[in-house]
């Protein structure tokens, strides 16, 4: 593989250069090829055949164990500790993998789970014989590359399978057309169990970059944040728009506190023209790129650089156009192409479109299929396109949404409202600000209990929701009704719901 070609030329060539930099841990590229040939003689001493979990959250050794299980293969699954174990279970299920990694430096408790569970540390004491690894044995093609999990509308997590060749398309993307080759350094926001991290990490590792990253304890405390970032020298910036927005909450988030600061990439949500205007006047000399796509099509397929002009002439920005050897289509409900300037469906072809969901074989067929030999993918968004060729979004057209670079299934959600305890039925609203979901509210008709407030039986429906989602999944705010409007067909109203608890 290309891409992992030319990070083995980099580690030998340049061994001393840092790949990674945390507030605890800095890994060089010579460590990190030597132990990712560790992982990898580890693995194929076991000869698995599924796909390798991998557990922690920003850890150095994740990056070498992600590149060790290529080597041996094996594609990964990158599994965040903030997961929760019920969904972190159904993950292994849907997987079948045999085997998981810890990377972290915490214990994890799965019981009642075939699956092995080691450390870096034991990977490195067994010292195995063989290596170097012989790149024959290296993933290649279309084979697996990352499978990474979203949210599904039946209460179970999908896993999205990226191919070696999905991954090498975005990658050449990144590194032609925009300006972040030469050694530069990344910030990386993103956990690794979200696919927007994929856009720092490969193009910072093929590129011979540096990878700087923040972790989830850092953006909880500001402050932690903001001394991070004064050290940091990031060059690149990769984040959602909700956490740049944050960023610039606090007056000393400038040009003085990142002077090497020369990019700023967005995906993964709207990008309001407010954020873009903030940033030019804080970094005048950087440069402002809006990105989209979908988990199915590796992480990105369009971009456009927010220029002046951009902002002068558009109250809402455009998503861009895709990139070189990828085509989009707008299409109506019967997949008939629309005219300029008319909403539809956005189906993306091209060689970075996954392959489909892992062991789904009929929700694969019903997102994915072949077109003019190449693989294409219903994405359930609405977008137009202008005079000038610029796709513009325009939100969902089911129930998926994006929260704070979150994608979820509003169905996923109140499917495990419905199975809390204190819960007899609930519609899940998001809460819009300026054309951007702001929060998710919980209309709830509650069943029977001993609570004397509102806010003890809001808590206790939050913990119960806690052990079997992620916390970015559940909604901010709850409002409690006797009854919730329903459509003539016995479904729950969502216009009328929204409509109700919006006023």
């Given at each position: 593989?290309?891409?992992?070609?030319?990070?083995?030329?980099?580690?030998?060539?340049?061994?001393?250069?840092?790949?990674?930099?945390?507030?605890?841990?800095?890994?060089?590229?010579?460590?990190?090829?030597?132990?990712?040939?560790?992982?990898?003689?580890?693995?194929l001493k076991q000869n698995m055949e599924k796909p390798v979990l991998v557990y922690g959250h920003m850890n150095a050794s994740m990056i070498s164990s992600f590149l060790g299980c290529i080597k041996a293969g094996l594609p990964y699954i990158p599994v965040d500790t903030s997961i929760p174990t019920d969904r972190v279970l159904k993950i292994i299920a849907s997987s079948q993998a045999e085997m998981m990694i810890n990377a972290s430096n915490q214990e994890l408790m799965l019981d009642n789970v075939a699956v092995s569970m080691v450390t870096i540390d034991k990977i490195q004491a067994e010292q195995i014989l063989g290596i170097p690894i012989d790149p024959s044995n290296w993933v290649f093609g279309e084979e697996n590359f990352y499978i990474i999990y979203t949210s599904g509308s039946t209460g179970n997590p999908k896993g999205v399978q990226i191919s070696a060749n999905n991954l090498q398309s975005f990658v050449d993307w990144m590194i032609a057309d925009f300006p972040i080759a030469g050694g530069l350094r990344f910030l990386n926001q993103a956990p690794y169990s979200f696919d927007l991290s994929v856009m720092d990490l490969y193009p910072a590792l093929a590129s011979g970059g540096t990878i700087f990253s923040i972790t989830k304890e850092m953006i909880a405390r500001p402050k932690l944040l903001f001394e991070a970032l004064a050290i940091s020298k990031s060059q690149v910036w990769t984040s959602t728009p909700s956490f740049v927005q944050m960023c610039l909450m606090d007056p000393s988030f400038t040009e003085e506190l990142l002077p090497e600061l020369s990019v700023f990439l967005f995906c993964g949500e709207i990008l309001p023209v407010e954020i873009c205007?903030?940033?030019?006047?804080?970094?005048?000399?950087?440069?402002?790129?809006?990105?989209?796509?979908?988990?199915?099509?590796?992480?990105?397929?369009?971009?456009v650089e927010v220029t002046a002009e951009i902002l002068e002439t558009h109250q809402n920005l455009p998503i861009g156009k895709p990139k070189g050897d990828t085509r989009i289509?707008?299409?109506?409900?019967?997949?008939v192409a629309v005219r300029p300037a008319e909403k539809g469906e956005m189906i993306i072809v091209g060689p970075s479109v996954s392959k489909g969901y892992l062991g789904q074989q009929e929700l694969t067929e019903k997102s994915f299929f072949q077109y003019e030999g190449e693989q294409a993918y219903r994405t359930g968004d609405a977008a137009y396109v202008d005079q000038d060729g610029l796709i513009f979004y325009k939100g969902r057209m089911d129930f998926q949404i994006k929260l704070h670079g979150y994608r979820m299934e509003l169905e996923e959600i109140e499917y495990h409202m419905a199975n809390c305890k204190f819960v007899k039925s609930a519609a899940v609203i998001p809460i819009y600000q300026q054309d951007k979901i702001d929060y998710l509210l919980a209309a709830i008709i509650p069943e029977t209990h001993n609570f004397?407030?509102?806010?003890?039986?809001?808590?206790?429906?939050?913990?119960?929701?806690?052990?079997?989602?992620?916390?970015?999944?559940?909604?901010?705010?709850?409002?409690?009704?006797?009854?919730?409007?329903?459509?003539?067909?016995?479904?729950?109203?969502?216009?009328?719901?929204?409509?109700?608890?919006?006023?």
């Open positions: 593989m290309k891409m992992l070609n030319a990070i083995k030329d980099f580690s030998h060539i340049h061994p001393d250069t840092l790949a990674y930099i945390s507030p605890t841990e800095e890994m060089t590229y010579g460590e990190l090829w030597r132990q990712s040939e560790q992982v990898a003689a580890f693995l205007r903030q940033l030019r006047d804080r970094f005048p000399k950087a440069r402002i790129f809006n990105t989209y796509g979908p988990t199915e099509a590796t992480v990105a397929v369009t971009s289509f707008i299409v109506d409900e019967y997949g004397e407030k509102e806010y003890q039986l809001t808590t206790a429906i939050k913990k119960e929701l806690s052990e079997v989602m992620p916390a970015y999944m559940i909604p901010r705010k709850f409002s409690y009704y006797q009854e919730l409007p329903l459509t003539p067909n016995g479904k729950m109203d969502r216009k009328k719901c929204k409509e109700m608890v919006v006023q």
